[in-house]
């Protein structure tokens, strides 16, 4: 017990008040010895939720404390009497986020529009975008969106039932409930909610048994005006095993994807999540973290955390060193960037063979991917002209004339401006 509570001002200092007592008050000790730590909790939504987004975070600062071999592990205590009341089934309260709110979803290209359809759901639930289905990749800010959601209906109307459950859960509830005799009251109680928000509806593949359920009260809610939103890594098309009446009902309402987050919307992101806990990063270290972390949020925010907790750690102020330092595990690959690197990326992208760009053919399909090789070897490495010459064996003036081109192609053409700025970001 004595580890627990020598861990808890770590966290609350890591996760900010609200945070910590939402997430990490709950939590008990269900196990301690000298080398690890089992958390217990009653209730299942904060047990998950903290296994999914906080547990790497809380064994980071435990090994820091205890040692590198230390270990933390999380039951969720959820184990439920066949005696329970058959009449009746409970519904988790609302566990939502503090940190998980509109005003703090930094917005970019990649989710605006997803994060327009949740606010336009939120304030009209049942009315607008019903049911709203939201994709995309693991980390990308899905469930960020269903607890602002969730948040801004109770806020408007704190009679509303709201309920917010990870399909996981919804499953075995319904396994629970067969196995109780208790249907009934499943199916009184999940179609008598005002809300449903659904995270990863792509487990429900598969189960029959679950679909055929889910189905019904997914029409009960629908044709009632009772607004139901999913999320989910990949779009209903793409989901296998799943029934062709659910696809149908999906694709009935509005379909919003999220896509990873460009370099300026990562930095965006960082910042905000340094300042909602007290910190203000160096704009370079902000691009060190933003540059190397380039398709998870989650895992952002999770550098981010290690990163400061090891600066506190080792009484030293954020920088570039010390944050290759505390992520130098998690971005083992610090090696410098080489002009075979390059070739090797570019001519990936274009589907060409390395000993096409390097060959004499002047054809349009391999002059321009050699000319992009040739201005990012320059504009990352800044090797001299005729050192990039010699490794595509050309004259200097070759390579002069090819950057010198590209340049101009870059102002003249956002899209493939775009795309060098993204060939770029992968080496910087």
Known sequence: MDRWRELQ?????????????????????????????????????????VRDHLLHDIGTVARSQFGSEFTVEIDSGDDRSDTADPSRVTLPGHPFSSAFVFERFVQGTSNQFAAAAAEAVADQPGEAYNPLYI??????????LLHAIGHRVIAANPECKVTYMTTEQFVNELINCIRRQQMEA???????????LLDDIQFIAGKERTQEEFFHTFNTLQSTGRQVVFTSDARPADIPGLEERLRSRFLQGLIADIQPPDLETRCAILREKARAIGWELPEDTV??????????????EGCLNRA?????????KISVDVVRLALFELLPD?????PADIIRFVAQHYGIRVADLKGRSN?????????????????????????????????HSTVMYAVDAISKMRLSNPDFDSTLTSFREHFT
């Open 9 to 49: 001002p770590h966290l609350q200092q890591l996760l900010g008040a609200e945070d910590y007592r939402t997430w990490i008050e709950p939590l008990g000790v269900q196990k301690t010895t000298e080398s690890s730590l089992v958390l217990a909790c009653d209730n299942a939504i904060v047990a998950d939720w």
């Open 135 to 144: 994709y995309g990749g693991s980390g990308l800010g899905k469930t960020h």
């Open 186 to 196: 499943f199916r009184q109680t999940f179609r008598g909610v005002d809300v449903l």
């Open 287 to 300: 691009l060190f973290i933003s540059r190397r972390v380039q398709k998870n949020v989650r895992e952002l």
């Open 308 to 316: 400061i907790a090891y600066a506190q750690l080792k009484n030293a």
């Open 334 to 338: 610090e090696r410098e960037t080489t």
């Open 363 to 395: 054809r349009r399909s391999i002059a321009l991917p050699r000319q992009v090789s040739m201005y990012l070897i320059r504009d990352i490495l800044d090797l001299s002209f005729p050192e990039i010459g010699k490794i595509f064996s050309k004259h």
